[in-house]
């Protein structure tokens, strides 16, 4: 972990320092490269998420900066917004979920949310090692389908950045530079814990 | 971390503990329960997930086993397989998923990807502080919609266990001790790795 940023919670309770450090970056460092060692790490973590019925439901296509005609195809896959930023992320990987159990065929529902839980280990992981990570749902998806020749029964979902963030103080523009020095917010607990009923807050 | 669990993983790379350790149990001891100090760490852990457009659109519905009919009332909602073993957990949640946009009401088409990044924080967290977490797909949605009276524009979405794994020389029934001492597997990393098109493995 490296020194405090401003985007680090203050929670309020004693949780895991990555789960606090874990922050999103619009501005990245485009002359730092994220070392293989890392990624292998980062993506190991995720390799251990759970899943329903341990499917996996999970695949990704990767670029890194370094390999010029394969990061611009992914990045030409984000949408424009995400591309003004993620052009400087040093790794970009467009994520994969797979819609029908192997076993049956059956739908498998709950892919979605088990991908979730891939790039949840694979976030946290990268805190831990002082790598950042910033996922993005705007992703011309068809545009992914197509480009990676991704098969029938499999869909992009989101596309992840992973590099290093701009050192604050390199940051020029004075509106990149407010929004990376902004705390992030959350709604606290009492919120969105119920008990009983729907809206009845949960005695905690 | 307690001691080396049959469960816990064998890493490739050297990941965080608690990622590593983290698993599904089977057989909960019933005669613990979870110190409501230990679900708020887990729960503010939750709370600073990720999500896109910082929609958090996640709630949950949480029922604690010592609030027996509270409790009943959560695990009917489940599939019976289920049942059979969430019963001895010490506290149950289901997640609900909000479908829209609070700015705008357009369809959030990551709800459930960010649910799972929602659920990934809790049981992380969980394992680092010791605590059991068994997610389920197998709810029975329609009956907790009603049960809790989830408004429209919501779903329930999974449900979350949690507690303290027996003991395994505490497990009389040799299948389920068998089960509670199979080490997890998990497809490589190479296998789902992809560059350039869909099925060509990424030189990591």
């Not at 984000?78 to 052009?87: K, S, T």
């Not at 979902?157 to 950045?161: G, K, L, S, V």
């Given at each position: 972990m490296t020194t405090?940023?401003?985007?680090?919670?203050?929670?309020?309770q004693p949780i895991l320092e990555p789960i606090a450090a874990r922050w999103s970056p619009y501005?990245?460092?485009?002359?730092?490269?994220?070392?293989?060692?890392?990624?292998?790490?980062?993506?190991?973590?995720l390799r251990w998420a759970a899943s329903s019925y341990n499917e996996q439901p999970w695949s990704y296509l990767i670029a890194r900066r370094e390999d010029e005609a394969a990061f611009k195809t992914m990045?030409?896959?984000?949408?424009?917004?995400?591309?003004?930023?993620?052009?400087?992320?040093?790794?970009l990987m467009i994520s994969v979920v797979q819609r029908a159990f192997k076993l049956n065929g059956k739908p498998n529902r709950v892919a979605e949310h088990d991908l979730g839980l891939a790039a949840g280990n694979l976030v946290i992981q990268a805190a831990a090692i002082g790598v950042d990570v910033h996922q993005m749902a705007g992703v011309d998806l068809g545009k992914a389908k197509q480009t990676y020749a991704i098969p029938d029964g499999y869909d992009a979902?989101?596309?992840?950045?992973l590099g290093y963030a701009a050192p604050l103080e390199a940051i020029t523009d004075p509106k990149l530079r407010?929004?990376?020095?902004?705390?992030?917010?959350?709604?606290?607990?009492?919120?969105f814990m119920f008990a009983g009923k729907w809206g009845q807050r949960a005695s905690l």
């Open positions: 405090r940023h401003p985007k680090h919670a203050t929670p309020d501005a990245y460092d485009a002359t730092r490269t994220l070392e293989p060692e890392k990624l292998r790490i980062c993506l190991e973590a990045l030409g896959c984000l949408w424009e917004g995400n591309q003004v930023w993620a052009q400087n992320a040093s790794v979902h989101t596309a992840i950045a407010t929004g990376e020095e902004t705390p992030r917010t959350r709604k606290k607990v009492e919120e």
